[in-house]
Protein backbone atom coordinates (compact mmCIF):
# COMPACT_ATOMS: atom_id res chain seq x y z
CA UNK A 1 0.00 0.00 0.00
CA UNK A 2 1.17 3.38 -1.06
CA UNK A 3 0.70 6.29 1.24
CA UNK A 4 -0.09 9.82 -0.65
CA UNK A 5 2.95 12.31 0.07
CA UNK A 6 0.78 14.56 2.44
CA UNK A 7 -0.18 11.88 4.38
CA UNK A 8 3.46 11.01 4.84
CA UNK A 9 4.08 14.17 5.86
CA UNK A 10 1.73 14.58 8.58
CA UNK A 11 3.07 12.73 10.82
CA UNK A 12 6.63 14.17 10.50
CA UNK A 13 5.31 17.66 11.12
CA UNK A 14 3.38 16.41 14.31
CA UNK A 15 6.87 14.41 15.59
CA UNK A 16 8.61 17.59 14.98
CA UNK A 17 6.17 19.82 17.01
CA UNK A 18 5.99 17.59 19.70
CA UNK A 19 10.03 16.48 20.00
CA UNK A 20 11.45 19.84 19.02
CA UNK A 21 8.56 22.29 19.30
CA UNK A 22 9.29 23.28 15.21
CA UNK A 23 6.59 24.41 13.07
CA UNK A 24 7.95 26.45 10.62
CA UNK A 25 11.82 27.56 9.35
CA UNK A 26 12.64 29.84 12.04
CA UNK A 27 11.32 27.59 14.87
CA UNK A 28 13.56 24.85 13.14
CA UNK A 29 16.36 27.47 12.64
CA UNK A 30 16.44 28.64 16.01
CA UNK A 31 16.39 25.06 17.38
CA UNK A 32 19.53 23.70 14.91
CA UNK A 33 21.05 26.66 16.24
CA UNK A 34 20.87 25.86 19.73
CA UNK A 35 22.03 22.60 19.67
CA UNK A 36 24.57 23.50 17.27
CA UNK A 37 26.16 26.01 19.38
CA UNK A 38 26.25 24.05 22.62
CA UNK A 39 27.56 21.16 20.57
CA UNK A 40 31.29 21.95 21.96
CA UNK A 41 30.14 21.73 25.62
CA UNK A 42 28.89 18.52 25.56
CA UNK A 43 30.84 16.21 28.16
CA UNK A 44 32.23 13.13 26.27
CA UNK A 45 32.15 11.94 22.37
CA UNK A 46 29.13 9.86 23.32
CA UNK A 47 27.26 13.00 23.98
CA UNK A 48 28.97 14.95 21.34
CA UNK A 49 27.68 12.27 18.62
CA UNK A 50 24.60 11.72 20.00
CA UNK A 51 23.45 15.90 19.42
CA UNK A 52 25.66 16.16 16.23
CA UNK A 53 22.76 13.55 14.94
CA UNK A 54 19.90 14.84 16.89
CA UNK A 55 20.98 18.45 15.27
CA UNK A 56 20.94 16.35 11.75
CA UNK A 57 17.54 14.62 11.88
CA UNK A 58 15.93 18.27 13.15
CA UNK A 59 17.46 19.81 10.27
CA UNK A 60 17.07 17.19 7.58
CA UNK A 61 13.72 16.46 9.04
CA UNK A 62 12.71 20.32 8.40
CA UNK A 63 13.75 20.17 4.97
CA UNK A 64 11.45 17.20 4.29
CA UNK A 65 8.60 18.69 5.19
CA UNK A 66 8.59 21.50 3.74
CA UNK A 67 9.96 24.36 6.02
CA UNK A 68 13.00 24.82 4.70
CA UNK A 69 14.86 24.46 1.63
CA UNK A 70 17.15 21.71 1.87
CA UNK A 71 20.49 23.76 1.63
CA UNK A 72 19.34 26.14 3.92
CA UNK A 73 19.08 23.29 6.27
CA UNK A 74 22.61 21.77 5.46
CA UNK A 75 23.98 25.34 6.11
CA UNK A 76 22.68 25.43 9.59
CA UNK A 77 24.55 21.95 10.14
CA UNK A 78 28.35 23.52 9.16
CA UNK A 79 29.40 23.81 12.84
CA UNK A 80 28.58 20.02 13.55
CA UNK A 81 30.30 18.69 10.79
CA UNK A 82 33.56 20.61 11.46
CA UNK A 83 33.41 19.26 14.91
CA UNK A 84 32.65 16.12 13.89
CA UNK A 85 35.35 16.04 11.54
CA UNK A 86 37.72 17.26 14.32
CA UNK A 87 36.68 14.46 16.42
CA UNK A 88 35.63 11.32 15.57
CA UNK A 89 38.35 9.39 12.83
CA UNK A 90 35.20 7.93 10.80
CA UNK A 91 31.96 6.62 10.27
CA UNK A 92 32.87 3.71 12.89
CA UNK A 93 34.18 6.00 15.37
CA UNK A 94 31.49 7.89 15.12
CA UNK A 95 29.17 5.43 15.34
CA UNK A 96 30.21 3.77 18.33
CA UNK A 97 29.81 6.78 20.22
CA UNK A 98 26.25 7.90 18.63
CA UNK A 99 25.21 4.73 20.15
CA UNK A 100 27.32 5.12 23.92
CA UNK A 101 25.72 8.52 24.17
CA UNK A 102 22.27 7.55 23.28
CA UNK A 103 22.98 4.53 25.91
CA UNK A 104 22.57 7.35 28.69
CA UNK A 105 20.37 9.98 26.95
CA UNK A 106 17.35 10.64 28.82
CA UNK A 107 14.31 8.63 27.37
CA UNK A 108 16.59 6.39 25.95
CA UNK A 109 15.06 2.41 26.36
CA UNK A 110 16.13 -0.94 25.21
CA UNK A 111 13.84 -0.88 22.08
CA UNK A 112 14.99 1.87 20.72
CA UNK A 113 18.68 1.41 21.38
CA UNK A 114 18.23 -2.10 19.90
CA UNK A 115 17.09 -0.19 16.44
CA UNK A 116 19.12 2.20 16.29
CA UNK A 117 22.23 -0.30 16.80
CA UNK A 118 20.46 -1.98 14.16
CA UNK A 119 20.43 0.96 12.16
CA UNK A 120 23.75 1.71 12.59
CA UNK A 121 24.74 -1.95 11.44
CA UNK A 122 23.26 -1.37 8.69
CA UNK A 123 24.80 1.83 7.61
CA UNK A 124 27.92 0.39 8.34
CA UNK A 125 27.39 -2.63 6.42
CA UNK A 126 25.62 -1.77 3.37
CA UNK A 127 27.42 -1.97 0.29
CA UNK A 128 25.11 1.02 -0.92
CA UNK A 129 25.17 2.91 2.59
CA UNK A 130 26.60 6.61 2.79
CA UNK A 131 28.68 5.50 5.34
CA UNK A 132 30.54 3.59 2.83
CA UNK A 133 30.11 5.25 0.11
CA UNK A 134 30.97 8.75 1.33
CA UNK A 135 34.55 8.71 2.85
CA UNK A 136 34.38 10.33 6.18
CA UNK A 137 36.90 13.58 5.33
CA UNK A 138 39.41 14.88 6.87
CA UNK A 139 39.99 18.88 8.25
CA UNK A 140 41.88 19.36 5.10
CA UNK A 141 39.32 18.23 3.28
CA UNK A 142 36.49 20.01 4.64
CA UNK A 143 37.47 23.38 2.63
CA UNK A 144 36.88 21.27 -0.60
CA UNK A 145 33.96 19.47 0.48
CA UNK A 146 31.93 22.57 1.57
CA UNK A 147 32.56 24.14 -1.81
CA UNK A 148 31.29 21.50 -4.13
CA UNK A 149 27.91 22.07 -2.16
CA UNK A 150 25.25 23.72 -4.48
CA UNK A 151 25.01 26.99 -4.51
Known amino acids: MHRHPRKE ?3 WKKLLDRDFS ?7 EATVATIVGELATQANDGDLALWIGRAAHLATGAAA ?10 EWLVPAVELAIE ?3 GW ?10 EREAPGSNFVGRKLLASVTEKLLASERSPWKTVTWPTR ?5 LLASRPA
Not at 65 to 74: F, Q
Open 9 to 11: IAP
Open 22 to 28: VTDEESA
Open 65 to 74: VGHVEPTKAL
Open 87 to 89: RFS
Open 92 to 101: DDYARSFLLG
Open 140 to 144: DDLAA
